[in-house]
């Protein structure tokens, strides 16, 4: 089975990062959280400790469909130093099926500044628009282009979880857990 992993670093956006998790699982994906730091237990931006399933040492990605990047600040940067996480996502751009969301500061910090977005749409959170090199910068609150699902920040972590869903899973599944929110 296709696996997504939702990266954790210090600093990270709790309710980016938490509202994929819960919003793929409620969509029937099989989502794994990864620490990049040598803890199984990251704090996030505000204060708030996660336990992650696994350690991105010591994790097979080969089986991986989706890598998803939450935001935060410094969360996104810290993302962006770990040089295992660069070349992971290198070679999964490179993928027929390497599908990646980022969202709030990690379109920018991360994948724009690793040239990744050269000739897509792209949104990330306001401010950090000069880093998205060579992207169409659409400003728009979600975007899905190819084999990226970008959000703009907090306040739409919900709707780029959905649009995840909606295209891992299909619009159906995608409006079956939006109904089911109450979304």
């Not at 995840?164 to 079956?176: Q, T």
Request: glycine content about 12%; aromatic content about 8%.
């Amino acid at each position: 089975m296709k696996e997504a992993y939702v990266f954790f670093a210090a600093g990270f956006e709790e309710i980016e990062a938490l509202t994929a998790v819960d919003v793929m699982r409620r969509g029937g994906m099989n989502v794994k959280t990864v620490s990049i730091t040598t803890a199984q237990q990251v704090t996030g931006a505000h204060g708030v400790t996660v336990n992650t399933d696994l350690l991105f040492a010591d994790t097979d990605f080969s089986n991986a469909e989706w890598l998803v990047l939450p935001g935060g600040m410094p969360g996104a940067t810290n993302l962006y130093e770990f040089a295992p996480l660069q070349a992971l996502l290198s070679s999964h751009a490179a993928k027929d099926n390497g599908m990646i969301a980022a969202i709030c500061a990690a379109p920018a910090v991360v994948l724009g500044q690793l040239g990744m977005l050269k000739g897509v749409k792209a949104t990330c959170y306001p401010g950090f628009e000069g880093l998205l090199e060579g992207a169409e910068v659409t400003g728009q609150p979600v975007e899905a282009d190819g084999k990226y699902v970008l959000g703009n920040g907090p306040a739409n972590a919900l709707r780029w979880a959905l649009k995840i869903v909606e295209v891992a899973e299909g619009a159906d599944k995608s409006s079956e857990v939006a109904a089911g929110m109450l979304a």
